[in-house]
C-alpha cells in the first residue's frame, strides 16, 4: 500500500531483486568505486585467506566486495563496488 509520502516498503522490491541476484555473477560487470575501472566479475582477484572471500579491484587493489558466512547468516559487503551492471538475457 501507497504511503502519503510516495513510496511502498521494500517488499516490493523482491520480484526486481530476485531476478538479479539469480544472475550468472561472474557475466555481472562491476565499477570500482575507488579508481573508476570497470570490469566483469570473474576478470577481479579473489582472496581466500580473509574470514570468507574478499574480491579486489585488477586494476588499483581495493576491496570491491566481501562475503563471510557466518552461523548467524551471510554477510555480504558491496561498499567498494559504485554500481553493478547486470546483462540482459539475450546479450
Ligand atoms: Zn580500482
Redesign the pocket.
Known amino acids: 500500500m501507497e504511503t502519503d509520502y510516495g513510496y511502498v516498503d521494500g517488499n516490493a522490491a523482491a520480484g526486481p531483486l530476485q531476478e538479479i541476484l539469480a544472475v550468472e555473477p561472474t557475466t555481472v560487470r562491476g565499477q570500482?568505486s575507488?579508481?573508476?575501472?570497470t570490469a566483469m566479475l570473474a576478470d577481479t582477484r579473489v582472496y581466500f585467506r580473509a574470514p570468507g572471500l574478499v574480491m579486489r579491484?585488477r586494476?588499483?587493489?581495493?576491496e570491491?566486495l566481501s562475503l563471510v558466512a557466518t552461523a548467524q547468516g551471510t554477510w555480504l559487503d558491496v561498499s567498494g563496488l559504485s554500481c553493478l551492471s547486470i546483462p540482459a538475457d539475450d546479450a
Open positions: 570500482c575507488h579508481c573508476g575501472n579491484c586494476s588499483c587493489g581495493s570491491l
